[in-house]
């Protein structure tokens, strides 16, 4: 079974630090890459999206992504309070599918 | 209204009743989903309309039963639900193309079964 893996957390960090959260996914094939951010009682909203290995910058926000090893990471620096929230990574995998699986999401504390 | 719109926003029902959840998409959209969302579980795919076509987990019961009379409405009906039943029922809507597929959610809908 095609799998998208996360640690739930919670993972804590102090403000200003810089936050890592890390997905891995089991079809080497897959094309796409998303990270949503759900605030608690909200619904999922997209941050980030990368398609190609390296890293992609906005803002405060980097995504990683490498194919070879089948991770994808999202880096926030300058954490803040208002990154605490449950952070979801989607992939699409192969096989000319649309269909994101997601992974259960690991929970950021940032604490003052 | 803009965006994707659910209704209602929480349904507390008995397991003998019938209920219906609604979505609306404002978005131009031409691909809906049903999403499950259960306490530490991964957001798990009930059904798709997309371009006509439905596309559904095999491991969702016929309890639950979904309709899409166009592309920009979709219901999940649901009968004899049971207590496992109780969860976050998120709608999203895409502009489905393969690899870049960018969902939009819902505020979703707190399901309570009793």
């Known amino acids: 079974q095609k799998e998208v893996e996360q640690n739930s957390g919670p993972l804590s960090v102090p403000e200003g630090a810089i936050a890592s959260l890390n997905c891995t996914y089991s079809?080497?094939?897959?094309?796409?890459f998303f990270w949503y951010r759900q605030y608690s009682g909200k619904s999922p909203e997209l941050i980030m999206s990368?398609?190609?290995?390296g890293d992609k910058e906005d803002g405060r926000f980097t995504a990683q992504l490498n194919k070879a090893s089948q991770y994808v990471s999202l880096l926030i620096r300058d954490s803040q309070p208002s990154d605490s929230a449950t952070y979801l990574c989607?992939?699409?995998?192969?096989?000319?599918?649309?269909?994101?699986?997601f992974g259960r999401g690991t929970s950021l504390i940032v604490h003052p | 209204e803009t965006g994707v719109t659910q209704t209602p926003r929480h349904l507390v029902m008995g397991m003998t009743n019938k209920k219906s959840l609604k979505c609306e998409q404002h978005?131009?959209?031409?691909?809906m989903y049903w999403y499950k969302q259960s306490a530490k579980k991964p957001l798990e795919l009930m059904f798709v309309?997309?371009?006509?076509?439905?596309?559904e987990n095999n491991s969702v019961p016929s309890r639950f039963s979904p309709e899409c009379p166009n592309s920009s409405h979709l219901f999940l009906h649901l009968h004899t639900l049971q207590p496992e039943d109780s969860a976050l029922y998120l709608c999203?809507?895409?502009?489905?193309?393969?690899?870049?597929?960018?969902?939009?959610f819902g505020a979703g809908s707190r399901l309570t079964v009793l």
């Open positions: 999203a809507s895409s502009q489905a193309q393969a690899g870049a597929n960018v969902l939009t």
């Open positions: 079809d080497r094939g897959s094309q796409s």
């Open positions: 990368i398609y190609s290995n």
């Open positions: 989607a992939v699409i995998q192969s096989g000319g599918s649309y269909i994101p699986t």
């Open positions: 978005l131009g959209h031409n691909a």
């Open positions: 309309y997309s371009l006509e076509e439905r596309v």
